[in-house]
C-alpha cells in the first residue's frame, strides 16, 4: 500500500488497514517464514532488492495441502479491478494469490524483499533515469492457457490513466510517466501512448519525464499485472479478473464474499515468492469484529481454519494474552487521519477542531487497542529512513480527550461559532457507531454543530471516496501506508493540486507553493529527500491540517487452531496469504 487507503475501522477513525509497500532496512530477523506462527511480534520492515532470485518458493517445513483457509474481516471491497485496487487488503489478495506483476515482495526469514515476478530481474535503467527496461521469463500463462505477452502490460499500465472510467488508483503514472499529464488512457485515446511500449512479446519499455528510481517498487503493484485488451470488460473486469498467480476467482458475490480456486497454469518455477498450499481461499466481507474473533479463538469447526485481520478487540485482550500461539503482530506503514476538507473549513477552524479532537474517547468506544497502533504526531511513518519526530503541531499530539473549552474560545474569537462539521459514519458496525456517539459528542461539547450521516458498510469506501463536498471531514483516504521507504510514495499522493478529485486526497489541498516544493524534494537525490520531506511533514501539520494524525498502525491476526505459517509482510502490514496452510 499500499498503496494505500485505510479500512477496517476506518470508519471509526481508529485503527485501519490499508494498501501498502516497503518498509525501512534491517538485518533483524524472526522465526516468521519458518512454519511457526507462536510468535506475538513478527518481521521487521525492509526495502531490500534481491534481484536474482529464483522461482520455486521454498517448501515450508510440515506443510500440507489440501482444504480451505477462511477469512472474515469487518471492511467490504469496492472493487477487485487491478488497476483500482488501492486498499491494503484487495492488493494483498490480488498481489498475493491472484495476479502477478512484473516484480513482487517475498517474505523469507522475517524480512520482506523485492524480488523479480513476471520479469527476470528488477528492470534495468537508462544511463539518464528516463527509461526502464523488463524482459518476461518463458512460458508464462494465463489460468486460461493463453501466453502472457509484453503488451498485455502495456495495456495495463495504459489503463491506469482511464481515471474517470476506473477512478481510485494510484496517481504515479501521471506524474512520471512520458505525456502522463496529458494522456487520458485506452478508452479515450485511441492513438499510440509513447510512454509504455512492447518491443516485442517479452520486452517491455517505460519512458519517463523525470528519473523514478523506485520504480522497480511500483512495479510490483498490481496496476502493471497483465490485461489481455481484448478480454477487458471495463467496468464489469472487476467482477472477475484473468488470473497469472497460483489462485483464481471461483465465485464472488459482491460486498458479501469472495471464493478463490486454484490455478492450473500457474507455473511454480518460474515464482519466487508464492505458494499453492490450500484448495481455496474463502474471504467474506463485513464481518462484526468481537463475534468474529471469539469463535476463532474458539477453534471450533469451520472457524479452526479462519482468520482476521482486523484490530485486536479490546474486550478480547485478556483471552488473547492467554492465547499467545493464535496471534501475530508486526509492523505496519499506515498512519490514520481524520481528514477535513480545506475547500470548505477555514484554517482557525481547523486549528479549532484539532485542539477538540477526542482521541481517547474514540478509542474506547471503537474497542481500539494499544496492539493495534500508538499515538500519531506526523502524516508519515516514523520508520521512513530520515524521519526525525518533531514537536506536536497545533495541539495534534495523538493522544488525550481534547480540550473542549479551548476549542469553543477558537470558534468564536475566529467568528465561527457553532460551526457545521459533517461525516459518514458506518451505521451498520457496532464499533464505528459507539466511535461516532463518542466522536458527535465531544465536538458538540467544544461548540461545533455536527451533522452525522449514517451509510451501510457495502457504501462506506464509495462514500469516503467522493470529492463532491456533501460532507467537510472524513472523506478521501482514512489514513496512508507508504507504499515503499521513502516520501515520494506519500506527499505526491495524498497533498498535491493533482489528486484533489482522485478519491485519495487528505484535505484536498490544492496549493501551488506546496505543489512546487514537493516537486523540488522529487528531483533531489534519494540520499537528500529524508530531511527535506521531514520539514515538509512538519509545515503541513503547522500551516494547513489538511488532517489530524491519529495513529501509527501494527499490524496484528488472529487465527484458529488448525492454521499454520501465518507470516507478517511488513511490507503491507497483511499476512502473506500465499504461506499459510491448514490442518
Not at 148 to 167: G, H
Request: contains cysteine; charged residues 25%.
Amino acid at each position: 500500500m499500499r498503496w494505500t487507503k485505510v479500512v477496517a475501522l476506518a470508519a471509526a477513525g481508529t485503527v485501519s488497514l490499508a494498501a501498502c509497500g516497503g518498509g525501512s532496512p534491517s538485518d533483524k530477523k524472526t522465526d516468521a517464514g519458518k512454519g511457526s506462527s507462536s510468535s506475538t511480534s513478527q518481521g521487521t520492515a525492509a526495502a531490500d532488492l534481491q534481484a536474482d532470485a529464483k522461482g520455486p518458493a521454498p517448501e515450508i517445513q510440515g506443510a500440507k495441502k489440501g482444504g480451505t483457509l477462511t477469512i472474515k474481516y469487518a471492511s467490504v471491497p469496492e472493487t477487485f479491478d487491478p488497476t483500482r485496487a488501492y486498499y491494503q487488503d484487495t492488493m494483498a489478495i490480488l498481489s498475493q494469490l491472484v495476479t502477478r506483476t512484473l516484480t513482487t515482495y517475498k517474505v523469507e526469514n522475517g524480512k520482506s524483499v523485492l524480488v523479480p515476478d513476471l520479469a527476470t530481474d528488477l528492470g534495468k535503467a537508462s544511463k539518464d533515469g528516463l527509461t526502464w527496461t523488463f524482459t518476461l521469463k518463458d512460458g508464462l500463462k494465463y489460468a486460461d492457457g493463453t501466453p502472457i505477452k509484453a503488451a498485455d502490460i502495456a495495456y495495463a499500465v495504459k489503463r491506469s490513466f482511464a481515471t474517470e472510467e476506473l477512478p481510485d488508483g494510484p496517481p504515479y503514472v501521471m506524474d512520471y510517466l512520458l505525456d502522463g499529464d496529458k494522456y487520458k488512457g485506452p478508452f479515450k485515446d485511441k492513438g499510440e501512448y509513447k510512454g509504455v511500449v512492447a518491443k516485442d512479446d517479452k520486452t517491455i519499455e517505460i519512458k519517463l519525464k523525470k528519473k523514478w528510481p523506485t520504480f522497480p517498487y511500483y512495479a510490483a503493484f498490481t496496476q502493471v499485472s497483465p490485461i489481455p485488451q481484448a478480454k477487458d470488460t471495463k467496468d464489469k473486469y472487476g467482477d472477475n479478473p484473468i488470473a497469472t498467480g497460483p489462485y483464481m476467482f471461483d465465485k464472488y458475490v459482491k460486498g458479501q464474499s469472495l471464493t478463490l480456486k486454484k490455478n492450473p497454469n500457474w507455473d511454480a518455477a518460474s515464482d519466487p515468492a508464492r505458494r499453492q498450499y490450500v484448495d481455496s481461499y474463502n474471504f467474506q466481507f463485513g464481518a462484526d469484529i468481537k463475534p468474529t474473533q471469539t469463535a476463532i479463538l474458539a477453534s471450533t469447526g469451520p472457524d479452526a481454519t479462519t482468520l482476521n485481520w482486523d484490530g485486536v478487540d479490546s474486550t478480547l485482550l485478556q483471552k488473547v494474552n492467554q492465547q499467545k500461539d493464535q496471534l501475530v503482530t508486526g509492523p505496519d506503514p499506515c498512519v490514520t487521519y481524520f481528514n477535513i476538507d480545506t475547500r470548505s473549513v477555514p484554517f482557525e477552524v481547523r486549528k479549532a477542531i484539532a485542539a477538540a479532537y477526542p482521541y481517547d474517547q474514540v478509542r474506547k468506544a471503537s474497542g481500539a487497542t494499544s496492539l493495534s497502533f500508538s499515538p500519531a504526531t506526523s502524516y508519515m511513518a516514523p520508520q521512513v529512513p530520515g524521519f526525525k519526530a518533531y514537536a506536536p503541531q497545533n495541539g495534534m499530539t495523538g493522544q488525550g480527550t481534547g480540550d473542549p473549552e479551548k476549542a469553543k474560545k477558537m470558534l468564536k474569537d475566529a467568528g465561527k461559532e457553532n460551526f457545521e462539521i459533517s461525516w459518514y459514519y458506518t451505521q451498520d458496525n457496532p464499533e464505528a457507531v459507539k466511535a461516532n456517539i463518542a466522536r458527535k459528542t465531544a465536538f458538540e461539547k467544544a461548540g461545533f454543530k455536527v451533522k452525522d450521516v449514517g451509510v451501510p458498510k457495502a457504501d462506506a469506501r464509495k462514500r469516503r471516496a467522493e470529492t463532491d463536498g456533501k460532507v467537510n471531514t472524513l472523506t478521501g483516504p482514512a489514513g496512508w501506508c507508504y507504499d515503499w521507504p521513502a516520501g515520494d510514495s506519500v506527499y505526491p499522493a495524498l497533498f498535491t493540486s493533482a489528486v484533489q478529485k482522485g478519491g485519495h486526497s487528505v484535505g484536498f489541498l490544492a496549493d501551488k507553493t506546496l505543489d512546487a516544493e514537493i516537486n523540488r524534494i522529487i528531483g533531489l537525490d534519494a540520499d537528500k529527500q529524508g530531511p527535506e520531506w521531514n520539514k515538509l511533514d512538519e509545515k503541513l501539520a503547522k500551516d494547513y491540517i489538511p488532517a489530524i494524525p491519529l495513529g501509527y498502525g501494527k499490524a496484528n491476526f488472529i487465527f484458529g487452531k488448525q492454521v499454520h505459517n501465518v507470516v507478517n509482510d511488513p511490507n503491507r502490514g497483511m499476512p502473506d496469504l500465499a504461506q499459510v496452510w491448514v490442518g
